[in-house]
């Protein structure tokens, strides 16, 4: 049971560039989540999941798309990276229900830089 | 503006003593807390939590303390151990905020420092 994976670990990219993260999860978790942390920073939220299928923005969406295709997978891309978009970022995943239950399992983070 | 503040960036504490890490929210529709540690190079994992209908919840060496007419909450670490030292996040939701399907607002962490 691997939990929540991401993959990369680690990128460079150039301004301009594109690229996707992966998110994997084998928990059988309904909602999912993209978060970003930077220097100083909590986590702040990108886009989530609530099922298959469906997506919605966050606190700080803008230059970012996600999709979820299947259950397990919540991706995240980048169109046209730019430097403000270096950061560290973290997807996780939880059940639907109560509150309780709703507790989010977070992988280890990509870290992106953006030169 | 900020809607969970945790507002010491750091905190140092001698190896047993008691360590408390402070957490102040400003939105009263907030009705679900959630405390997470983060080591370097690794997501957070999730530490403990407390619902508004509760004052106090405690999981062996760690309690969650919550005063809702402060807005405030607060986690102790008795005896605090070398390998609690990592950053702790505040988070917190609500219930129905904006269709948000009570999604967490976390504070800007709290790293602590255990020494030996």
């Known amino acids: 049971n691997a939990g929540v994976t991401q993959t990369p670990k680690f990128r460079v990219l150039k301004t301009g560039q594109s690229m996707t993260l992966l998110c994997a999860q084998d928990?059988?978790?309904?909602?999912m989540y993209w978060y970003r942390q930077d220097p100083g920073m909590g986590l702040r939220l990108i886009h989530y999941?609530?099922?298959?299928?469906?997506?919605a923005k966050g606190e700080v969406p803008d230059g970012y798309n996600v999709s979820r295709l299947k259950k397990q997978n919540f991706l995240l891309g980048l169109e046209s990276a730019a430097p403000s978009q270096t950061s560290v970022y973290f997807c996780?995943?939880?059940?639907?229900?109560?509150?309780?239950?709703?507790?989010?399992?977070f992988g280890p983070g990509t870290r992106l830089l953006v030169l | 503006d900020q809607q969970v503040k945790q507002n010491s960036p750091s905190l140092s504490v001698q190896e047993g003593r008691i360590s408390i890490l402070n957490c102040d929210y400003t939105?009263?529709?907030?009705?679900?807390f959630l405390w997470y540690k983060k080591y370097p190079a690794e997501g957070p994992t999730f530490l403990i939590s407390i619902s508004s209908i509760k004052d106090k919840n405690e999981d062996g060496r760690f309690t969650v303390f919550l005063n809702k007419s402060a807005k405030h909450l607060s986690l102790h670490i008795v005896p605090s151990q070398p390998g609690d030292s990592a950053v702790y996040f505040c988070?917190?939701?609500?219930?129905?905020?904006?269709?948000?399907?009570?999604?967490?607002?976390f504070g800007k962490g709290t790293k602590l420092s255990v020494k030996p």
């Open positions: 988070a917190a939701s609500a219930s129905n905020y904006g269709g948000s399907q009570g999604n967490l607002i």
């Open positions: 928990m059988n978790h309904e909602y």
């Open positions: 939105n009263s529709m907030f009705d679900y």
């Open positions: 999941s609530v099922g298959e299928g469906t997506t």
């Open positions: 996780a995943s939880s059940y639907t229900g109560s509150r309780a239950l709703r507790t989010q399992y």
